[in-house]
């Protein structure tokens, strides 16, 4: 029964439903079940030798070639060109090993655990920051590892999708080292239908100021010039020290969408942590130990149509530009011929188990620093997720509030659009104690559980309804602003307040305050209709099933 379970959850691409609250779900993703009846291939096997120059092998291939490869290495200092097959004719680039060397095709391959030594998975070993593979057009990669060597400087992405479509990653290995920097596993530029399954990403970080780099993924995705998307993140393995994922941040002309990132795991170890006793730093360019650039885990700029579902996301903290939030949409235009285009619409955050961060939720919409504004941000569902273990005691740099919610507003730079349309609904968050007292071990701003910020004339429909949280001693509080923050409007009660920054639709009912019995220190009531609520937070029930998904 658990394997007809998870055929549906992972397999099935025209599964889901229309709309998640405000937020409309993703319209298709691609299909690529096993057998590989959605990707057919004529068979045509090729063993090749481990002295084959792999460009060569694969410019040679006829549509529906097997590519057999040796489990031994092959260094190239010259970017890897996938080879061209077709829709009725796929190529395989696999290991040369029977099929049940590798977990089987509803299962992670879990590579430090299983195929670390010399000789367990061929190896593409990229040797200079310029080389990259491309994986081609209608290829099925699986059992293969994608790395680098150890101390040879920076290398920027393993696999860089540009040009290349129709691709399916399945139980691959992509590792940088755990002393160098390696700016990204894949990039999702310029590509569309692709699926990343049942892999592992390790050690892909980046310095900052003292380093080649300055911010790390597992996979990237969001600044193509033609239109992308259709992409399926499933049951992976994701560590990486800037974002585990992200989609946006750089100039784009089209906005992906179609986007499901499900039944992951993403992490980041303890050892890059600054404050965790295994904390083991690495020497910069200047010889002296650095932290890696830690930010979020998961991160929104341009994207359109997501679904995230299912997913366990670990450890994050603060210190280098941002908060360390488990989730952060913030659409974003990097400035003149940027993307004047970009957006964070319809995303639907549901079913996960989020833990040991600084914030749970960051959702905003404003300016970049040379003051460009992205097209659009909103219609946003955020519901049944438990996040607990928010500022944790050895959190790094950590002090923001569990949720944000913000729009900004310039007087003298006009909007094209402000934040709208997001619900917050039934979610458990929990915190690990220090934040309900008069200081904490990084000062006061973290003393509530929603920092909000608004142009004056408010945004709309936004509503926190039925979640469970410690409201710490602050509640809700503004994020400043002067008087082009809604907060400026009123100095009445905090119904009046958010009646200021909160329009339309808007609500702020339902919720379970914990403890309940803690004071308010000079804070007005909030709203009627909060308190006790036996319905409220994440139904535990869908999120532990939705786990199951992860292999």
Request: glycine share 10%; with cysteine.
């Amino acid at each position: 029964m658990k394997k007809i379970i998870l055929l549906l959850l992972v397999s099935v691409s025209v599964a889901y439903a229309q709309t998640d609250g405000p937020a409309a779900l993703p319209s298709q993703t691609y299909y690529t079940p096993t057998p590989f009846s959605a990707t057919p291939s004529a068979n045509i096997q090729v063993v090749v030798k481990p002295t084959d120059n792999l460009n060569a092998v694969f410019a040679a291939a006829k549509p529906g070639t097997i590519f057999l490869l040796p489990q031994t290495d092959f260094d190239t200092a010259v970017t890897i060109v996938g080879p061209k097959c077709t829709a009725t004719a796929w190529c395989y680039i696999r290991v040369n090993a029977p099929d049940n060397y590798l977990p089987s095709w509803t299962t992670r391959l879990k590579g430090p655990e299983y195929y670390s030594k010399p000789g367990a998975l061929p190896r593409i070993v990229i040797t200079t920051s310029s080389a990259t593979v491309m994986p081609g057009q209608y290829v099925r990669w699986f059992g293969v590892e994608v790395t680098r060597p150890s101390g040879t400087g920076v290398v920027y992405n393993l696999m860089n999708f540009s040009g290349s479509h129709d691709i399916v990653i399945d139980r691959m290995w992509f590792a940088g080292t755990p002393i160098d920097e390696t700016n990204r596993g894949i990039i999702l530029n310029n590509t569309y239908n692709v699926t990343i399954q049942n892999s592992w990403f390790s050690e892909f970080h980046c310095r900052a100021l003292v380093g080649a780099c300055g911010d790390s993924q597992a996979i990237s995705g969001g600044g193509s010039t033609v239109q992308d998307g259709n992409f399926k993140i499933v049951n992976n393995y994701l560590e990486a020290a800037g974002e585990n994922i992200i989609f946006g941040g750089s100039p784009a002309l089209f906005t992906p969408s179609n986007i499901v990132i499900a039944y992951n795991d993403f992490n980041k170890p303890w050892a890059w942590n600054p404050h965790d006793p295994t904390y083991a730093p690495t020497l910069g360019k200047d010889g002296l130990p650095h932290p890696w650039l830690v930010k979020n885990l998961l991160e929104l700029k341009n994207a359109s149509r997501v679904l995230i579902t299912g997913n366990r996301m670990t450890n994050t903290w603060g210190g280098f530009t941002q908060v360390g939030a488990g989730v952060l949409l913030t659409a974003k235009n990097a400035g003149v011929n940027g993307c004047p285009i970009c957006q964070v619409t319809d995303v639907t955050i549901r079913y996960n188990y989020i833990s040991y961060v600084g914030q749970a939720f960051q959702i905003g919409y404003s300016q970049s620093d040379p003051g460009y504004w992205p097209a659009d941000e909103g219609r946003i569902s955020v519901h049944d997720n438990l996040v607990d273990h928010i500022q944790y005691p050895t959190c790094y740099a950590c002090g923001s509030y569990p949720v944000g919610i913000g729009a900004g507003y310039s007087s003298t730079n006009i909007p094209p659009a402000t934040l709208h349309d997001v619900v917050i609904d039934h979610n458990t968050f929990l915190n690990d104690g220090w934040m309900t007292y008069a200081s904490s071990p990084v000062g006061t701003n973290a003393q509530g559980v929603l920092n909000v910020a608004a142009p004056p004339s408010g945004t709309p429909n936004i509503s926190f309804t039925n979640n469970v949280a410690d409201p710490g001693s602050n509640g809700a509080y503004s994020s400043g602003g002067g008087v082009n923050n809604c907060f400026s409007v009123t100095a009445g009660s905090l119904a009046q307040e958010f009646a200021a920054c909160w329009t339309g639709t808007s609500s702020l009912t339902g919720n379970n305050w914990l403890p309940s019995s803690l004071p308010w220190h000079g804070r007005s009531p909030w709203p009627a209709g909060n308190g006790v609520n036996a319905s409220a937070g994440a139904n535990m029930v869908l999120v532990n099933t939705a786990l199951t998904g992860r292999k």
